[in-house]
């Protein structure tokens, strides 16, 4: 995989656990194209809470205003991930969430896979497909 996924996540954030799902994460998914990316951020996304799901969006959000992408056209990705996620306005919010329900399942699968989205090409655009490799 051309990119560093130990180096984007933060090493002080992160315990070697975590850092370990990343990496397992970081195969299973590297060679995925674009559609077979967004499948799996919807699919993911339904086991996520909403509580966690509002957190992925405020770090995002945080992401793209600490100028962290290497090109503008990265950020471009954030309006279209937002409306990607889903959140049921009908479940009641706890207050309180937990840094094991952030960091563990497929809440840290779903905040991998947002990501590597935010940071891949923008959508729709030339050069954005990705080919699969068997």
Do not use: C
């Not at 674009?34 to 966690?52: A, G, M, W």
């Not at 962290?68 to 306005?89: C, G, H, M």
């Not at 919010?93 to 809440?107: D, E, F, P, T």
């Amino acid at each position: 995989m051309p990119h560093n996924f130990g180096y984007m996540f933060n090493r002080i954030l992160y315990d070697d656990y975590v850092l370990d799902e990343l990496e397992k994460h970081s195969k299973k998914y590297e060679n995925i194209s674009d559609r077979e990316l967004i499948y799996e951020i919807e699919k993911v996304q339904k086991e996520v809470p909403n509580e966690v799901k509002l957190h992925h969006m405020k770090n995002l959000e945080a992401l793209s205003q600490m100028n962290t992408f290497s090109q503008q056209s990265s950020s471009d990705n954030l309006p279209y991930l937002k409306n990607l996620i889903k959140v049921d306005e009908n479940v009641p919010s706890s207050s309180r969430l937990s840094r094991s329900q952030y960091v563990s399942g497929s809440s840290l699968l779903l905040w991998f896979l947002l990501v590597v989205a935010l940071y891949r090409k923008p959508f729709g655009r030339r050069g954005f497909g990705r080919k699969k490799y068997y």
